[in-house]
């Protein structure tokens, strides 16, 4: 990430980057969403140089340009130069260049403060994180996981139904956990995404001396960016733990007869998570769960696995929510093409993807045609009355 | 200017026009070597109809009008030399309509041929387009306009002799249909057997108006499909090769390239040889008729075939190639551009080693390839230098290499592809007077005003 500036001129702009892997589809959401190239990351990336040159000034407007990729990593996934495993890391660089400057955009501003004085970025009492938790076991040494909900499972109203849901069926498979309750702490992944270095640093370590603290030995995460930092990014900072995202602990529950769904019909179409699917491989997991509660057929969209289009959500975007507006904002378009599948339900496993997708799907007057549902909910929903 | 950008608001809203300096600057370069100059204004149209009034604002105006696909000529077509609107095509991006039958497609102007290419796939997977190595993100109708060619050029010919109708915004505002669609429902003759006035509009790199539909021939899409590579040390054998492979008339395409890394390719000249066919025993009797065809060449050991381990075939056989972008990063530095004079066969010797002679002169990674055209008529040549955008030294060194590519081809009695500005200047030079005289009436009758892409073929 330190050597953007000596790398970013690499983009060639050749536009790869804008598509699926077979072409079909425009898969780049700020791309999608504004439609001028500049919103593309070639138009990123070169409009970063141009301003690290002093070719053009810092503008809001270039913040905005940068700070609407959702660093969802199709990009990534298309580029067909050597760099291409680099791109995030650059637009990641460019941003952590602009948080040292001072300029940023007001609603990055807002998501920092936010975080530097709430501990999440929606601004919301720390007293009140574990409000949702109703009775939930807190974590004790001995326990064998430690629940991460994060920022949206705990304070968002639909990302509660998911952690609840989840809670419930560990519960119901007599799984050894607990909850950090109003101790949690936001796990920086968007933090980093978004560029200021400093804050996430400070995040991780009091993350991982808590951790530590608490002997936690394994963690599980509600969230696919809590799973894909903490995996990624806690390691090299000091932690010391095993971490799962929780449809890899659940897929392992139904595999060893600790949690048996029941009869739930139901035709249901999925949404691979950005850092559940590109950026950790993983993919079957959770399409193995759906697939073991009977009665459930699973139809997939078009775009899916690594060439899923994202819920515009990322980099912070469930909050400042920049890509919005629009009919062709990116959570939009989504449930449109998985409404276009002739299922019932969207079954996500994020929060981010919850949240946004159940706000674009009022939107778009999908009310009771189209329900956002996460994983956990559908498999509570087939677990046996006694057993829920 | 701004009552040009309330205006421009008017037509296409507020979120599909852009005087910002990011836009600005993006738009106004391309990724070749050519000087960069900022339009005033960026625009998106959806409709034929918003085309229309931006040109009829421009003409009161007198604004320069850029129309732009993906922008990926290289030669700075669409750097707006006079500033103006960019009129940037791809949110006109509807397959309108495909005759099955009369194996046809009308597009709008921001089609691309990614999107063009997995649609036919999906639903018509018996009909084919001819796709361009070019990025997926090309668009149909700007690969068209600068003649492109594709997969199957070997054996139909230029993009645009695949054209079947257009739909045209005129310079002065009228919207005008061009070929049977001007007559007929059905959009399958440019022209025949009326005047085929497409001529006015291809080619001419959006100086007489702007495409907003095309349509555009499909071809039958074979089930199988193979690739050979031919390998020769002697560049004096490859007219030859070539005229005795396409004289089968077995092959779908045919791909000639030298390139001196990595080593293994150094001084040989290595043919691409594509197959279709519907049956193992149709693409075998194909292969074979192109084997006995080279046998003289394998008997005097002056050639013999490439041995393609399975796992590399899919590589040759994509299309578009990713390969070629990748091509821009060689010197870890996202550039390249090539000069790609069209030339008849028998020249292919001289122009393949004046590609390494200019490689060496000038110290510039090159890579020399051809893609023969429609039987051999003729072939379009390729000069590519690859260069480090920030190393402005060996961009310099480029372009020098370039200019002298061009300057080479037209002594040698080349006409450049999708000339550079100084290209067409140096063509216009060579150009005969009343060929000039003809281009320039041409250009005052469609466009009084002179606001299309002005700079580009334009006659002193």
């Given at each position: ?7 970013i ?24 969403r ?40 199709n990009?990534?996934?298309?580029c ?37 004085g ?40 639909n990302?509660q ?10 519960n119901?498979?007599?799984?050894s956990f ?11 992944n ?13 995040l991780?370590?009091?993350?991982n ?6 002997g936690?030995?394994?963690i ?15 390691p ?15 897929n392992?529950?139904?595999?060893k007869n ?18 559940l ?7 079957d ?29 990322g ?17 939009r378009?989504?449930?449109?093409e ?21 706000d674009a ?19 509570k929903?087939?677990?046996?009355a006694?057993?829920? | ?10 037509i ?16 106004a370069?391309?990724?070749?070597l ?15 109809e ?19 696909g993906?922008g990926l ?19 006109m ?21 990614g999107?063009?290419?997995a ?78 006035l497409?001529g ?15 349509s555009?021939?499909l071809?039958p899409q ?5 690739v ?12 030859d ?16 390239w ?31 008729m192109?084997w006995?065809?080279l ?5 005097s ?43 008849p ?30 039987q ?22 480029c ?16 006409v ?11 063509m ?6 009343n ?10 009758l469609?466009?009084p005003?002179?606001i ?9």
């Open positions: 990430m330190e050597k953007y500036a000596e790398q001129h690499r983009c060639f702009r050749c536009g790869w980057c804008k598509f699926t892997s077979d072409y079909s589809d425009l898969n780049c959401p700020p791309y999608r504004f439609r001028f190239e500049t919103y593309s990351t070639a138009g990123r990336l070169w409009l970063v140089r141009a301003w690290l040159n002093g070719e053009i000034g810092w503008s809001e407007r270039l913040g905005e340009i940068l700070y609407t990729c959702t660093a969802c990593r990009c990534v996934e298309q067909p130069m050597g760099f291409a495993s680099d791109i995030v890391d650059w637009i990641v660089g460019a941003r952590s260049d602009m948080v040292e400057k001072g300029r940023i955009p007001p609603r990055v501003a807002r998501f920092f403060e936010a975080v530097y709430y501990g999440n970025p929606l601004k919301l009492l720390r007293s009140d994180r574990a409000a949702w938790a109703d009775g939930t076991k807190m974590y004790a040494p001995g326990d064998e996981y430690l629940l991460y909900v994060g920022c949206l499972g705990s304070y968002d109203e990302a139904k998911m952690a609840k849901s989840l809670v419930d069926v560990f119901a498979a007599g799984v607990g909850i950090l309750g109003n101790d949690e702490e936001c796990c920086g968007e933090v980093y995404m978004l560029g200021e270095m400093g804050l996430f640093q400070t991780v370590e009091k993350n001396q808590k951790f530590k603290e608490l936690v030995k394994k599980v995460t509600v969230c696919p960016h809590g799973y894909n930092v903490m995996k990624n990014r806690y090299a900072l000091g932690g010391s733990f095993e971490v799962y995202h929780y449809t890899q602990l659940l392992d529950l139904i595999k600790k949690v048996k769904p029941s009869r739930n019909k139901a035709k249901v179409t999925y949404q691979d998570p950005c850092f699917g590109r950026y950790n491989k993983i993919y997991e959770p399409r193995q769960i759906l697939r073991s509660i009977p009665g459930v057929e699973l139809v997939e969209m078009e775009k899916n696995r690594a060439d899923a289009f994202c819920c515009g959500g980099s912070g975007n469930f909050v400042m929510d920049l890509l919005a507006g629009g009919e062709e904002s990116p959570a378009i989504r449930v449109r998985a409404y276009e599948t002739g299922v019932s339900i969207l079954a996500v496993a994020c929060p981010s993807c919850l949240t946004m997708f159940t799907v009022k939107t778009e007057d999908l009310d009771g045609k189209l329900a956002v549902k996460d994983i956990s909910q559908i498999v929903e087939s677990l046996p006694k057993k829920r | 200017m701004g009552e040009v950008y309330e205006t421009l608001v008017q296409v809203g507020k979120n599909y026009v852009s005087n910002h300096q990011e836009e600005r600057y993006f738009y370069r391309d990724p070749g050519m000087a960069p100059h900022e339009p005033d204004y960026v625009v998106m149209p959806k409709t034929t918003e085309v229309q009034k931006i040109i009829r604002l421009a003409n009161d105006t007198k604004t320069p009008v850029v129309p732009k993906a000529a290289l030669t700075g077509l669409v750097i707006p030399l006079k500033g103006g609107i960019v009129v940037d095509m791809k949110r991006d509807r397959i309108v309509e495909v005759n099955e039958g009369a194996r046809y497609v009308i597009v709008e102007g921001g089609v691309t041929h999107v063009l290419k649609y036919l796939q999906k639903h018509y997977p018996h009909l084919r387009h001819s796709v361009p190595e070019s990025p997926p993100i090309s668009t149909v109708v700007g690969n068209v306009v600068i003649h492109g060619q594709g997969r199957l050029t070997q054996q139909y010919g230029f993009h645009s002799d695949m054209v079947s109708g257009l739909e045209v915004v005129l310079p002065t505002g009228e919207i005008c249909k061009i070929g049977s669609c001007s007559v007929s429902p059905y959009w399958f003759s440019k022209g025949p057997p009326m005047p085929d497409s006015l509009f291809l080619g001419w790199l959006g100086t007489t108006g702007i495409i907003t539909k095309m555009l021939k071809y074979k089930k199988l499909k193979d050979e590579v031919f390998v020769t040390d002697r560049e004096d054998l490859v007219p090769i070539v005229f005795k492979i396409t004289h089968t008339e077995m092959i779908e395409d045919m791909g000639i030298s390139q001196p890394r990595p080593r293994m390719f150094a001084d040989n000249y290595h043919l691409n040889i594509f197959f279709t066919g519907d049956t193992e025993e149709e693409l075998e009797f194909r292969r074979k192109v006995h065809a046998q003289e060449y394998i008997d050991k002056d050639g013999g075939f490439m041995q393609l381990p399975p796992e590399m075939k899919p590589t040759f056989l994509d299309n578009p190639q990713k390969s070629m972008s990748a091509f821009a990063d060689l010197r870890k530095g996202g550039g390249f551009e090539y000069s790609g004079p069209i030339i066969m028998e020249l292919y010797p001289s122009f393949a080693r004046k590609a390494q002679e200019l490689g060496n002169k000038y110290r510039v990674v090159q890579n020399a390839s051809g893609r023969v055209i429609q051999g008529h003729c072939m379009m040549f390729s000069f590519a230098f690859t260069f480090n955008r920030a190393n402005s030294e060996e961009m310099e060194r372009r020098k290499a370039l200019h002298e590519a061009a300057e080479f081809g037209l002594e040698k009695g080349a450049l592809w999708k000339p550079t500005l100084y290209e067409q200047k140096m216009l030079r060579r150009m005969d007077q060929t000039i005289n003809l281009m320039k009436k041409i250009k005052q469609l466009d005003n002179g299309m892409n002005p700079g580009n073929w334009e006659v002193e």
